[in-house]
């Protein structure tokens, strides 16, 4: 029999069996990967970038683990030679009204402890020549890095330790007993001691297959990206971001270099009818079913329903994007973008329409579910690895003494 099963070979499941593999060295690790590769979904399609922790409330998982991580990311990459840049990023007001966010957000950043900038316009052009901005804070701890490459560096690691890694192998089944899990795929039947979900965009299916009845929905919301062409990527020197709206879990439009020298600018963040919906025409009526029926969409869809529509309008129409997009760099214009592969976000919802702004982990008995593990998950991903190594250990503990 293994000792750990993780579903899910993103960099959340894979920095979890890093850290198993450090914590149990003689453990058994079996990992489970529904694609052909691993990566493939949240991780293999995101911005590239290492946050630092500035927009996160004080003291919640994303707030730690975000500036945590920045750190670790970083020493991780320098210690297995994968490039990452720490090219720092600034956050900009562009106009009167956003002054007060700016220096909320500045003091935010204090609070967490951060190395925060605030800039003057002149200061601001320094850093950026091409913005248009009243004001910005710079936060020089931010970077960029290409998680896939990190994905493929821990899978190693795992395998070197003798863990196994299986990818196409959809987990269709899961029975957990009392001191065993057992998983069905189509192809085989895994036997383990302890399950470890980090399956992302359906890893609240995942939780109710082990008969969990949580409390919430993944809600799969698209990022669609531009690139801008080549002859004018000298717009944007480093990572370029709005004062975000606080009343949205979202960082608006923004522009973010690549590890790759390519810049991309987006995203609008659109409903998705499929959980893994990467196009405007992706559909799936299973999932949409689920999701209509769902009473905290409504509710989601009453609150939010303005910027909701907006952002779907933004997604048909070019023009639109860039009107938005020129609020921080005017000289953009439609001719400079070419449509970029979009990203779709795991995003949980709960029942009352609330949208789960931290990372939220649901302990089971012989198992963990890693429920919500937005942005800021891949800075945080080797933190979020060790934190669920120590609830394992707090479980297995309170398993022994029952
Ligand atoms: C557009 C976009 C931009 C982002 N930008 C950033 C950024 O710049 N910086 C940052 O820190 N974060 C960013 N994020 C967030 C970050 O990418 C995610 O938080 C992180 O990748 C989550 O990793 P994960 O392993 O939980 O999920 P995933 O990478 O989605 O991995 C989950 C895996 O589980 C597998 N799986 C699902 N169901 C099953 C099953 N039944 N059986 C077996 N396997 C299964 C999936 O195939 C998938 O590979 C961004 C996200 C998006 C979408």
Redesign the pocket.
């Known amino acids: 029999m293994t000792d750990f099963i993780i ?9 979890v069996g890093k850290a198993l593999i450090e914590q149990f060295p003689n453990a058994k690790i079996v990992v ?4 052909r590769e ?14 630092s922790g500035i927009y996160y409330t004080p003291g919640s998982y994303k707030a730690k683990f ?1 500036k945590a ?1 920045n750190e670790s990311m970083k020493r991780f990459c320098e210690m297995h030679g994968i490039d990452y840049e720490e090219c720092g990023k600034v956050i900009v007001a562009t106009n009167e009204n956003e002054l007060p966010n700016l220096h909320k957000l500045y003091e935010r950043g204090l609070q967490n402890g951060l190395d925060v900038q605030l800039l003057k316009k002149e200061e601001l052009l320094e850093k950026e020549p091409h913005v248009n901005g009243l004001e910005g804070i710079y936060v020089p701890s931010a970077g ?1 890095v290409d ?1 896939k490459q990190v ?1 493929f560096k821990l899978a190693e690691l795992i395998r070197e330790n003798n863990g196994e890694i299986h990818t196409n ?4 089944a899961i029975d957990e007993r009392s001191g065993e899990v057992v998983v069905e ?1 189509g192809n085989k039947t895994y036997r383990g001691k302890f399950l470890i979900n ?6 609240d ?2 939780a109710r ?1 082990a008969g969990y009845q949580i409390d919430m929905k993944i809600f799969p ?3 669609e ?1 531009y690139y801008i062409n080549e002859n004018k990527r000298h717009l944007v020197k480093n990572l370029i971001y709005p004062v975000p709206n606080p009343e949205f879990p979202f960082l608006g439009v923004h522009f ?1 270099r690549t590890i790759y020298g390519e810049v991309e600018v ?2 609008n963040a659109v409903p998705g009818f499929k959980r ?1 919906a990467y196009t405007k025409t992706s559909f799936d009526f299973k999932d949409f079913l689920e999701i209509s029926t769902f009473p905290g969409f409504w509710k989601l869809g009453m609150k939010y329903y303005k910027v909701g529509i907006e952002e779907i309008v933004r997604s048909f129409s070019k023009k639109l994007f860039v009107k938005n997009a020129q609020q921080l760099i005017p000289e953009i214009t439609e001719d400079d973008l070419t449509p970029a592969p ?5 995003q949980a919802l709960k029942n009352d329409g609330t949208l789960v702004d931290d990372f939220y982990i649901v302990n089971g008995k012989n198992s963990i579910h ?1 429920c919500n ?9 080797l933190e979020i690895g060790k934190e669920i190594v120590n609830k394992i250990t707090d479980i297995k503990e309170n398993n022994k003494a029952i």
């Open positions: 579903i899910g070979g993103g960099i959340v499941g894979l920095s489970l990967e529904k694609e691993l990566a493939s979904h949240q991780t293999g399609n995101n911005s590239g970038v290492i946050h975000a991580g960029i998680y994905s192998e959809e987990v269709k795929t980090c399956a992302g965009l359906q890893s299916r995942i297959m919301f698209r990022g990206y973010t987006g995203p893994e979009a990203g779709v976000r795991a890693v593990a937005p942005s800021p998950a891949a800075t945080a991903s």
